[in-house]
Nanobody, 123 residues
Framework: VQLQASGGGSVLNGGSLRLSCTAS????????IGWFRQVPGNERKFVAA????????FYADSVEGRFTVSRDNAKNIVYLQMDNMEPEDTAVYFC?????????????????WGQGTLVTVSS
């Protein structure tokens, strides 16, 4: 699976952006897709994820209620709708794919990763 994140840009505090993660390869619905973000100098952090057929979603506490993850398996795309954004959301956002679960949560240890897209939220 090859992944490409897109849709990053600059927004003002309280604004919205929608990121896309486009995948190539077969059996897209076999993979959970996750979004992560990283600020330079810091570790990469989990943001949100969605199961292969879209029935389950997972969110970090910091984005719960503001971000929404969804997918269109017919188009091999996963979206991250980001609303009511805050300067603390500024980061490079990455998407990842995995067919593996551990303790009922997608396991990203051996997942596939795409290049990131930069999101900047200014106050």
């Amino acid at each position: 699976v090859q992944l490409q994140a897109s849709g990053g840009g600059s927004v003002l505090n309280g604004g919205s952006l929608r990121l896309s993660c486009t995948a190539s390869g077969r059996a897209f619905s076999d993979y959970s897709i996750g979004w992560f973000r990283q600020v330079p100098g810091n570790e990469r952090k989990f943001v949100a994820a969605i199961s292969g057929r879209g029935g389950r979603t997972f969110y970090a506490d910091s984005v719960e209620g503001r971000f929404t993850v969804s997918r269109d398996n017919a188009k091999n795309i996963v979206y991250l709708q980001m609303d009511n954004m805050e300067p603390e959301d500024t980061a490079v956002y990455f998407c990842a794919a995995t067919p593996i679960y551990h303790n009922n949560f997608p396991s990203w240890d051996n997942g596939y990763w795409g290049q990131g897209t930069l999101v900047t939220v200014s106050s």
